[in-house]
């Protein structure tokens, strides 16, 4: 039987195949087989074959690694075992499997997770201003809710007026603080025709219930009419309580997007996903809320989209994949945007108020007006109102901060594409590939024994390289 005998090199799970070779001529021992055959080689060269570990048999059609050479009688016997993937190395590669990994051709939008994370991370920050700045004396406005006839086209029975800090104070004032402000006043009254004309728009003013017509006061951290507009005076039942601009609009809207750094751009997608990058994005007063880290790197970043009620305050925050919307939603958020204001009134008990004023004059000298305007006036200093709150006081300090996008990236440990391949998880013929290969499955279709195929199936699934 001829044997062609190589020194070759490679791993043990590679299709290659020597060239070259040393043909000699053998003895098949008894008993043998094909999977392990025993050759006797009489050795007529100087030294001897040991440096020979690789061997094709032609009558088998088959390669085989050299397990061991043995020494007696003068002739070298040879214990082979077949290679499996160098013999049935066509079959194999016209074979199309479902390919898990491969050196060659892989998809870096599969998720690797072969590579565990490190302790080593990447932080970075992308802001956006929301435009909002907490400071109610010089920015934003102050809307105030009043019900009434102030806007008769109103089907809501309310009419909103916008204000600056300045038109609040001037309003809430006029309201709640007419008796109080001219008692403490004292060059405003000195007559008695002052004294009752005085007396008789306290009266009306302080005998109105304003409760039943100012509905609360709320300041928003953004403007939702234009400021230069003509105010209109506000009215509160009988009184006309300062000016402001009605408001129109039913709510307001801001919007921002945010997009994704380069570096994690040009990173391959699975790097950039979940587990190994996350990312938190931080919008108050709606808190932080952690997005689908795939759809942010499908569309580039996200598209914040955030409307504010005017009637409530209540804010309701949409967050979308893409910088321009067109992304799925990814989020959505409520929280309290516009901030309720607390205001102070005076209580005053207008029966006993009047009771006493006119008790003042009464005992005044009628012949003497200064006389009669100091009783008056004496008497409705007596008459110091109460003080009373109204409305509940909000917080401004979450308003005003920038919109923040975190994004936390993780090391992972450094890749061995060459001896552990990609994820390519698709179909493919296995010559179309180079390298190491991992299948799915390990069964093909060759003229070899059911041991073999066993071998060769194991190869397959275990990872082997087709060289």
Request: charged residues 15%.
């Amino acid at each position: 039987m001829n044997v062609k005998f190589y020194t070759f090199s490679k791993r043990v799970n590679s299709t290659a195949r020597p060239t070259g070779g040393t043909d000699y001529t053998v003895i098949l021992k008894e008993p043998s087989s094909v999977i392990s055959p025993r050759l006797d080689l009489i050795w007529t060269g100087t030294g001897s074959p040991t440096a020979f570990n690789y061997a094709y048999i032609g009558d088998f059609g088959r390669y085989y690694w050299i397990q061991n050479w043995e020494y007696q009688n003068r002739k070298w016997t040879a214990t082979l075992s077949v290679d499996v993937l160098a013999s049935w190395k066509t079959e194999i590669g016209n074979s199309s499997k479902y390919i898990l990994r491969s050196a060659s051709e892989y998809d870096n939008d599969v998720f690797d997770s072969l590579y565990p994370a490190t302790g080593g991370e990447r932080m970075d920050d992308i802001t956006a201003s929301t435009g909002w700045i907490p400071d109610a004396q010089n920015n934003g406005c102050y809307v105030l809710n009043v019900s009434g006839l102030n806007n008769p086209a109103n089907t809501l029975g309310v009419t909103l007026f916008q204000q600056t800090a300045a038109q609040a104070i001037n309003t809430i004032w006029m309201a709640f603080n007419d008796i109080y402000q001219i008692s403490t006043d004292f060059s405003s009254i000195t007559d008695v025709q002052t004294a009752l004309e005085w007396l008789g728009s306290s009266v009306i003013n302080a005998g109105t219930d304003i409760s039943q017509y100012l509905n609360g006061y709320m300041w928003f951290p953004q403007i939702f009419e234009d400021p230069t507009l003509t105010p209109a005076d506000i009215k509160l039942g009988l009184i006309r309580a300062g000016q402001g601009i009605p408001i129109k609009a039913s709510s307001f809207q801001m919007h921002r997007a945010l997009a994704l750094p380069s570096w994690v751009m040009l990173r391959n997608k699975w790097e950039s996903c979940a587990p190994y990058t996350s990312y938190t994005l931080e919008f108050m007063p709606f808190g932080t809320i952690q997005l689908d880290s795939l759809a942010l790197v499908n569309y580039g970043g996200c598209f914040v989209l955030c409307d504010v009620d005017v009637f409530t305050g209540i804010g309701v925050l949409h967050v979308y994949a893409g910088t321009q919307m067109e992304g799925p939603l990814l989020a959505m958020r409520t929280a309290q945007v516009g901030v309720p204001v607390q205001f102070g009134a005076n209580k005053l008990d207008i029966g006993n108020a009047v009771n006493s004023i006119l008790g003042g004059i009464s005992k005044a000298e009628t012949a003497n007006p200064i006389s009669a305007a100091a009783g008056v006036l004496n008497a409705a200093i007596s008459l110091v109102p109460d003080a009373v709150s109204a409305g509940n006081m909000g917080n401004m300090t979450s308003i005003g901060r920038d919109i923040h996008l975190w994004i936390r990236s993780l090391d992972h440990v450094d890749m061995d594409i060459p001896e552990q391949g990609r994820p390519i998880c698709t179909i493919k013929t296995i010559n179309t590939l180079a390298g190491y290969t991992l299948c799915r499955d390990g069964d093909i279709s060759a003229p070899a024994t059911q041991g073999e195929l066993d071998q060769i199936a194991a190869y397959l699934t275990g990872g082997f390289f087709y060289d």
